[in-house]
């Protein structure tokens, strides 16, 4: 084979290289443009972070009530706007919005009332006590202001507002009715003593089935959560049937 020949041969490869395109390559100014865009980019997240930065700081310096506090301010500024158009259309507001609630939500609110005015927080001290109670009762007395003014025409204003130097024995008259009423209190405040201080009697009767009264007290516990599991089991060993 002569050399002309040998050079007319040309590989299927590098045939297909000649073939192919050449790659275009980016410009200059759009590489520029891109890296532009990307800069900008990272200046609005740089931005955006700073910002929420702020407000997480912000937020992390608040007071602890502040978001209830600002819930109930909207709630109170809700309902003043809404009492000013219930009054321009003539309407009774607090009849609209009891028709509007829930019939549990109301009672919670109604409970929470109930709690705010009286909170029980339980006992403190024999003081405290003593001041509840009587606060309880006093709230619960409604004067009889007819009596009231009749007792005073009666012992007159000398004995009715004494002082240091008047002998008011005698002086007072009370009613059958404030004596009834008397009567009732103090049997109720006995009833709900009693029911407080309910002791449990003593079944001789019972069986025996402790050796002091601390073991009595923990074969009560027992029974009151495992009896029902472990009654057909005693009942075998009392027959002595068990296995």
């Known amino acids: ?39 900008q980019k990272r200046e609005e997240a740089k931005k955006q972070n ?23 301010d909207e709630w109170k500024l809700e309902e003043l706007e809404g009492r000013k158009e219930a009054e321009e259309r003539g309407e009774d507001y607090d009849r609209i919005k009891a028709l509007n609630m829930q019939a549990d939500i109301s ?8 709690r705010k005015r009286n909170p029980d927080q339980g006992f403190s001290s024999y003081e405290e006590m003593s001041l509840r109670q009587h606060e309880r009762l006093t709230n619960g007395f409604q004067p009889d202001m007819n009596a ?7 012992v007159g204003d000398d004995q009715f507002y004494p002082d240091a130097n008047t002998l008011i024995h005698g002086a007072h ?28 009697m ?15 007290k923990f074969n009560k516990k027992l029974d009151r959560y495992y009896g029902k599991y472990t009654e057909d089991l005693r009942e075998d060993l009392e027959r002595g049937t068990a296995v």
Do not use: G
């Open 1 to 39: 084979m002569s050399d002309t020949a040998e050079a007319a041969v040309v590989p299927p490869e590098l045939d297909a290289v000649e073939a192919a395109p050449a790659p275009k390559r980016t410009s200059k100014m759009e590489y520029m443009r891109r890296l532009n865009e990307l800069r």
């Open 50 to 72: 700073i910002e929420q930065v702020k407000e997480e700081d912000r937020v992390k310096n608040l007071p602890a009530n502040y978001e209830a506090k600002r819930k109930r």
């Open 107 to 114: 009672d919670k609110l109604a409970a929470a009332k109930r």
């Open 148 to 154: 009231y003014k009749k007792m005073r025409e009666v």
């Open 173 to 200: 008259y009370p009613t059958d009715s404030a004596k009834d009423k008397l009567v009732k209190n103090v049997d109720a405040q006995a009833k709900k003593r009693e029911d407080y201080h309910r002791r449990r």
């Open 202 to 216: 003593f079944d001789p009767e019972a069986p025996i089935d402790y050796i002091n009264e601390r073991n009595r």
